[in-house]
């Protein structure tokens, strides 16, 4: 009962978590929009543009969070893997949104844009890398304690997008003094660091959504169960269901002087201890170790 309500605190707060995020990404880039029209910076404009793009990927993960654990007569091991998805969603959003920059701070080297620069709007693109980086610093205690890998894209996204403001806001004070494009190269070398994270996020969540081994929980099943007295070797195969679930059957092989007592006693401590772990062991009888 106590870790079904743990559970749930768990999901709640990662659901508020999200959601606070939408709402402040969707304020940051109303803002940004209307400070770069002011001072005509391409650059603000479409880092503000990159928030909005922000805002749905954190209502994909707050409705993805909503989804997790929840069984179904469909889906009888919950919808937990939903978390891949969205983190596929979001790399794609990173990896897209990189391009767009890298694109338009290459284009920088050539056409130069002439740019009102204001200290108010200065100082507004300043408050809101500052909040940014608070986004960053919240998740990132988040993923420290929940090891979600949504919340992490999350973390990774704050931190690019307070890299990026960066970027736009040097640009915009350096325009004032020289010709040559620093913003650009700036920008470009962003962009780039973005796209490859990107790329991981993205690399990572197909391999869980095609049904890649989970080595880290295979592992520790493993050595659960060869730690049990009179267990001699052990066959199994896990079934990754989302970050706080899995399926395992298992077929362990005892020494020949282990009783049913033994077997019993190793069956009833390995199911308990796994479970904890969002591991849902079937004993069976295993031919071949996939």
Known sequence: MAASAAKEKEKDIKIIASATGSGVNFVLGITK??????TNS???????????????????????????????????????????????????????????????ASDRFFYHPVVTFSWVQFGII??????????AAGYGLLYRRFRSDV???????SILDACITLFTLVGLFLARYISFPADAAVGLAVSIVMILQGIKLLIDAMYKL?????????????????????????????????????EAYVSVEY????????????????????????????????????
Request: with cysteine; hydrophobic share 50%.
């Open 42 to 104: 391409i650059a603000i404009i479409s880092d503000g543009v990159n928030n909005f793009g922000d805002v749905f990927s954190s209502a994909g993960a707050a409705v993805g969070f909503s989804l997790e654990g929840k069984a179904h007569k469909r889906f009888p091991s919950g919808l937990g893997r939903t978390e891949y998805a969205v983190t596929l969603l979001m790399a794609i959003i990173i990896i897209a949104v990189g391009g767009v920059f890298a694109w338009q």
């Open 126 to 135: 300043a408050a809101t890398i500052a909040i940014k980086a608070g986004m």
């Open 210 to 246: 095609l049904g890649g081994r989970d080595e880290k929980r295979e592992r520790g099943l493993r050595a659960l169960v060869l730690d049990q007295k009179g267990v001699k070797g052990v066959k199994l195969r896990l079934y990754d269901c989302g970050a706080k679930r899995a």
């Open 151 to 157: 919340i992490k894209a999350l973390t990774v996204d």
């Open 33 to 38: 929009v209307l400070c770069g029209v002011y």
């Open 255 to 290: 020494e020949e002087w282990a009783g049913q007592d033994d077997v019993l006693a190793a069956e009833r401590t390995i199911k308990a201890v796994a479970e904890k772990y969002g591991i849902f062991v079937t004993f069976a009888k295993i031919e071949e170790e996939i």
